[in-house]
């Protein structure tokens, strides 16, 4: 079995089943079992008792561990005064669609007053940090935990040296009001939601202490849940190498900061080589938007402890000063490319895995825009309008009666969604040029649920290219179902044929479920659709999903009875 199966998941099950045939024991694969109850957490941050919504009382929520071939079983109930669902953020969900969690794309939410909802899923062909988080409202501000996959028990062992410890990193944002206050709020004055005061590390805005010993190595399991800023990672005297991203290995990379996009994980190997001491980790707020002036950081403490606690003491008393990182600017666009650009995917048993023919391409265009004010939104400034987002000038509206995936399924779509949503954008025009940032006669987009339908298996290309509208700014794009191969990235309007675009790498790209899409450019991912069910792609910057800027794909099922969507389990969730 390979161990880059980020997107094969049939062929691992055609395994499986040769080891069956041929008599060979079956390593067991476990079931790992969770209760989460969300419901109200009193909290002190910044000196403030404030009420979150969390799981099982802990914030970051409970971390869910599994090695790859287990099966996931979570019943949510929830107690807490707003409908919810989970997301498994990056799990594949072969033929398992119905746990993938969206609000009204996978399922309708799941309501207060203790209604409760079981996710069943197998992991299939995945390893390294995943993370789990609300998927309705901005609730997964605080509704998020880390979710492990460590290698199965057919191939044990990852493909680096197996590290002394590991420890998992949670970036947040915090807020000093109600997350869904907030949201309320930007609908009604149709405008940006107010920006965190904080960053978290753990759930702390502050005073995270990690121990760690001379001369090993730890793995860092690195997940970005902050809902709308990209961060840069440091940690004062010490490098990395990074080994995988979006549980997908990357062939080794050695740096000394680590980008994450919101949604994105990283695992970067770090040697405890340094003097022993205390040096500060510290996250910062990437900012690739121009004049923008929100740059919060945070830190965290790496504490070099000793064997004996006399040392321990010494050294304690010895070394009051905490070194801190020297972190790039807010706005150092070059180094963020630089790293997203860097990685490249670890080829199983050195042969490429791209698939080299495309069936289907697309480019859609996305990005901010304007619409006229709605009537609910009361403190909309009529002149201006309201500010929307759009793929393609769609700006992606959720159905309210039926989950996309339920019509999907029931064979009915009538008044739930369309299958229209375009291969190209309706007007070309100069995508990233500053000109456009302001041109009323481009900014203008409307509402709709259009879905792009797919045969089962057909390979996608899709160019996505951003837009200058209101503003250039790296949008990270995150696509539910599959992960993608990133065969290339630039700046500007992207051009098939222009000799000094960046060629497509179709040797070893790196396979993400998110990708960081510059800033005023454009990324080319591609993907296989061998999984029938409704995957949504947005982007992942909380304050641009309610303005609009997702699409869906459609995926039909297969010929054969394991490539087609089971039926809902009965317990799911009707509006
Ligand atoms: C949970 O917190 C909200 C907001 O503070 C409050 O309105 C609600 O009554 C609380 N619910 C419970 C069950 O304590
Ligand atoms: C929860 O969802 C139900 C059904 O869609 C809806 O009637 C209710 O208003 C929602 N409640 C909240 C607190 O959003
Ligand atoms: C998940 O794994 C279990 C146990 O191996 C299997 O019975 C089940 O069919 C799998 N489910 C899916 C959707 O593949
Ligand atoms: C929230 O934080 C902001 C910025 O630090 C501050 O101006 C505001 O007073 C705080 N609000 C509350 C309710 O504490
Ligand atoms: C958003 O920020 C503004 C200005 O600081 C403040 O007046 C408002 O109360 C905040 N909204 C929420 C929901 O916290
Ligand atoms: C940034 O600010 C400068 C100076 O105020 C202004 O000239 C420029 O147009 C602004 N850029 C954008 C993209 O808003
Ligand atoms: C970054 O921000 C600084 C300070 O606001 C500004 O002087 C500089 O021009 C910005 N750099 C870029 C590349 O935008
Ligand atoms: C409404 O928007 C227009 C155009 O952007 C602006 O000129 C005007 O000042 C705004 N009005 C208010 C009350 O903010
Ligand atoms: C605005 O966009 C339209 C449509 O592409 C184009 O014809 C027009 O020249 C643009 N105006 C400016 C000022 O760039
Ligand atoms: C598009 O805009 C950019 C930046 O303003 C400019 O450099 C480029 O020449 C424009 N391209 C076309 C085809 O007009
Ligand atoms: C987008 O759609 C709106 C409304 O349908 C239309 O007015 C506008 O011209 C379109 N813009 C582009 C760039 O396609
Ligand atoms: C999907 O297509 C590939 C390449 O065309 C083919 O090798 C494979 O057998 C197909 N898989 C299924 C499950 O149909």
Redesign the pocket.
Known sequence: MNRQMCGRAYVL?ALVGCCCLLGLPLAD?AVVEHTFHVGNLTVNRLGQRQVITAVNGQFPGPKVEARD?D?VVVHVVNYSPYNITIHWHGVLQ???GWADGPSMVSQCPIRTGGAAYTY???I?GQEGTLWWHAHVSFLRATVYGALLIRPGPDKPHYPFPTPHGEATLLFGEWWNASVVDVERQAMLTGGAPNNSVALTINGMTGGYELAVRHGRTYLLRLINAALNYQLFFKVAGHAFTVVAADACYTDPYDTDVVVLAPGQTVDALMYANATPGRYYMAAQVYQSLANATYTAATTALLRYEHHDAAAEAALTLSRTKIVMPIMPAFNDSETAQGFYGSLTGLLPDGKPTVPLHVDTRMLVTYGLGVMPCMPAQTLCNRTRGSVAASMNNVSFQLPTTMSLLEAHARGNVDGVYTRDFPDRPPVVFNFTSASASSNRSVMLTSKGTKVKTLRFNTTVEVVLQNTAILGSENHPLHLHGFNFYVLAQGVGNFHARSPTRSPYNLVNPQQRNTVAVPAGGWAVIRFTADNPGVWVMHCHLDAHLPFGLAMAFEVDDGPTP?TVL?PPPPDYPQC
Do not use: Q
Request: glycine letters at 8%.
């Open positions: 099950l694969a071939g099966t072969r033929l398992s069943r899923f197998n299939t394991d089971p």
